[in-house]
């Protein structure tokens, strides 16, 4: 334990300025607290206290109990302050007089499925997800699967000023359940082929980079299915191994790692296993779009699943729409965030959703972004045929991801109010930023709901094309916050 926190201490050192100034900037807005956004309630340990986690957690039970019954599963991940927070939650869930299921440390999409299989209530998961380690968050799920979005969240937020305390005789004890991860890898095996998997398991080579999140949780099953060359397995709060965001910039280890080895592909995942994203056999990356049309082609070539309706957001790729367009198949979409996928999912009773960074809806096994079910579609592909091949069957568009660094949400707000103004007349989709269609051809400027960005993102059937739209779009966004707005 000492050597632990030595470590520790040393990256805390070690990154002090950057840490310092993510406090200081949070400091100037202190009495604000940070609400539901994307995906949750995040912020910084200053921000998002456990003070303040007990008071979300109390009226979220209060909330649940009202519509769905007071049977609430608690998981964490594995970020230094989850288990502080993990506790607060839980003890506000007792106090307001609901019975609390703790599956302790745990992926999301494994958290999500115990929502099912424990026929819970709802579920609260202590994690930041992809962000940097001195972040947190709490994400809120309904007794329905769907994640409670920004909408939503109003009316749990709105409770805080009336909770009542539970009587004395209605506070429980905490039910402790070990290994939801195997539950959850259960429900996965029942939508593969097992027989197949076993028959190639000796064939398959992958490298996985875990990027030190709960997705090494799974490596035991992996490793049953595929010879797997690990990569950053152990969990570790502060993500020393490689920045927890699955970038093509934090997966080049990865990317050498299956050259140098001549592996099949190699696999990575966010810090709390819902995005999944991939490195090919040649070492390139392949961006999410492409993981959500290659899992949509799982359904329909290797499970013989027609796809009707898909959910995508409004920033995911054309790769997906062509490829179910061209098997008879309608795309719907939506705003970006997981709570919108998991409400359309329900609403519309479709067979997969996806979003760009890799986050892939398997209703088969619940309404959550699933990067363990992805990866294990993956690997049964790959007893078909090389990645490279798969990834042939899809249209070939070249994409380009900018960001522009805007502090406030309102500085955000008044840049895309200027450009939906300046681009009125333009083919735009206004659901949430601004999507310009072109023939074959598009871009999507629009504020990140986690972080102090605005992106830009542009998509073409040439790289050059996409460059060359990203910059022009990427310029218009610099100059407006460079100028007086
Ligand atoms: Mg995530």
Redesign the pocket.
């Known amino acids: 334990m000492k050597k632990v926190s030595e470590k520790t201490t040393n990256y805390l050192e070690k990154n002090l300025n950057e840490i310092k100034s993510n406090v200081l900037l949070s400091s100037s807005s202190e009495e604000i607290l940070p609400t539901f956004g994307t995906n949750g309630v995040r912020g910084l340990f200053s921000e998002l206290t456990p003070h303040y986690a007990l008071k979300l957690a109390q009226a979220f039970g209060i909330w649940i109990k009202n519509r769905y019954g007071n049977k609430i599963i608690v998981a964490r991940d594995q970020r230094i302050t989850s288990e502080c927070l993990a506790s607060a939650v839980k003890s506000g869930l007792l106090s307001v007089g609901c019975e609390v299921y703790d599956v302790g440390l745990c992926s ?1 999409p494994g958290a999500e499925y115990m929502l099912n299989h424990l026929k819970a209530s709802g579920l609260i998961i202590v ?1 930041a ?2 962000n940097p380690p001195e972040y947190n968050a709490l994400k809120f799920i309904d007794g329905n699967g769907v994640t409670i979005s920004k909408e939503r969240g109003k009316e749990i937020i709105n409770l805080i000023p009336r909770i009542e305390l539970a009587k004395i005789e209605e506070i429980k004890p905490i039910q402790y359940i070990t290994n939801a991860e195997s539950y959850h890898f259960g429900k996965i095996l029942r939508n593969l082929n097992y027989e197949r998997l076993r028959q190639y398991k000796n064939k398959i080579k992958v490298a996985a980079d875990f990027g030190n999140g709960t997705s090494a949780l799974y490596e035991k099953f992996l490793s049953d299915f595929a010879v797997i060359y690990p990569l950053n397995k152990e969990l570790d709060g502060l993500f020393r191994g490689r920045k927890s965001e699955p970038t093509p910039e934090n997966l080049q280890k990865l990317s050498e790692y299956v050259k140098k080895y001549g592996l099949m592909a190699g696999f990575a995942w ?6 999944f994203v991939m490195i090919d056999e040649h070492g390139n990356y392949i961006f999410g779009d492409k993981v959500v049309a290659l899992s949509t082609l799982f359904k329909i070539k290797i499970k013989n699943e027609k796809i009707k309706k898909a959910i995508i957001t409004v920033s995911t790729g054309r790769v997906v729409e062509d490829i179910v367009k061209k098997h008879g198949g309608e795309v719907i979409y939506t705003k970006v965030g997981a709570p919108y996928l998991s409400e359309e999912m329900l609403n519309q009773k479709a067979q997969i959703a996806g979003e760009e960074v890799g ?1 892939v809806i398997w209703p088969e096994v619940s309404l959550a ?1 699933d990067g363990i079910m992805t990866s294990f579609a993956i690997i049964e592909m790959l007893t078909y045929k090389p990645l490279s091949e798969w990834l042939n069957e899809l249209p070939e568009y070249y994409n380009v991801k900018n960001k522009v660094y805007i502090p406030t949400n309102e500085m955000k707000n008044l840049i895309i109010e200027e450009i939906k103004e300046r681009l009125k007349n333009e083919n735009i989709i206004t659901i949430d930023g601004i999507r310009i269609n072109f023939e074959d051809s598009w871009v999507i400027i629009r504020a990140s709901g986690t972080e102090p960005y605005i992106r830009i993102f542009a998509e073409a059937k040439t790289k050059e094309k996409a460059k060359e739209l990203a910059e022009k779009y990427t310029e218009m966004v610099s100059k407006l916050a460079n100028s007086s707005l």
């Open positions: 999301s994690t997800s992809h966010d810090g709390d296993a819902d995005r986050g972004k």
